[in-house]
């Protein structure tokens, strides 16, 4: 079946840079996405990627896909404490719905 | 652009009551709604898929009867928890999707959530 896989959680010093990683399986999945969570609130796109790309950067943010072995990364340089949150990939699957992996809790430390 | 908004953000009820969420597309209109519900430390649940002016498509396991969507608009969709038990405490999330005509592809924005409590 379909599935998105995430580790749970990570910690990070500010300004190391950060790399979550997530796997899928939906070799059909057109795009992947990676979406934001703060406490409290909704998810805010962060930056998605089309599958027949390797790679995307956008300010601090750089996405690897590795199409071949279905694995997405997330690295985010300089982290910085408002990037403490819960980061969840996601792939597009049939009929433009979303599925989303289980989300990585971020913990910058001073 | 692409701002979804919800309301209430926060809405505390009494058990066999009924509560209704707004889903709002404000500047622009929505392809399609989705309504999600996450538990704590978990991932978001598709509950059900919604186009204006359709029935809603819900998925696996939702009680469309309890659950009702109701489409009215390209930027309104809303979500009634009918006789709500404390078991349908939760967050409830909606998105709304547009065509992105960089992907050629529907990408989907969300609201910032409603918090139920049903006590």
């Known amino acids: 079946g379909e599935d998105v896989e995430q580790s749970l959680f990570l910690s990070v010093r500010e300004g190391d840079s950060s790399v979550i990683n997530c796997t899928y399986t939906d070799s059909s999945s057109t795009y992947l996405y990676w979406y934001k969570q703060e406490p409290g609130a909704g998810l805010q796109l962060l930056t998605y990627i089309f599958s027949n790309m390797d790679m995307k950067q956008d300010q601090r943010l750089t996405v690897l896909l590795n199409k071949k072995d279905k694995h997405l990364s997330l690295r985010i340089a300089d982290t910085q404490t408002g990037d403490s949150a819960i980061y969840f990939c996601a792939e597009s699957g049939r009929r433009g719905k979303l599925q989303f992996g289980a989300g990585t809790q971020v913990v910058v430390t001073p | 652009g692409a701002v979804v908004s919800q309301h209430p953000s926060r809405v505390i009820c009494k058990s066999g009551t009924s509560v209704k969420i707004e889903c709002r597309s404000l500047d622009f209109q929505a392809t399609t709604m989705f309504w999600y519900r996450q538990f704590p430390k978990q991932s978001l649940m598709l509950m059900a898929t919604?186009?204006?002016?359709?029935?809603?498509?819900?998925e696996q396991g939702v009680e469309k009867d309890k659950f009702l969507i109701n489409h009215a608009s390209l930027t309104l969709s809303t979500l009634t928890v009918t006789s709500a038990h404390p078991e349908d405490s939760s967050f409830y999330i909606c998105s709304a999707s547009i065509l992105t005509l960089d992907t050629s592809t529907d990408t989907q924005y969300f609201g910032p959530g409603t918090r139920l409590t049903v006590l």
């Open positions: 919604s186009n204006e002016g359709s029935k809603a498509t819900y």
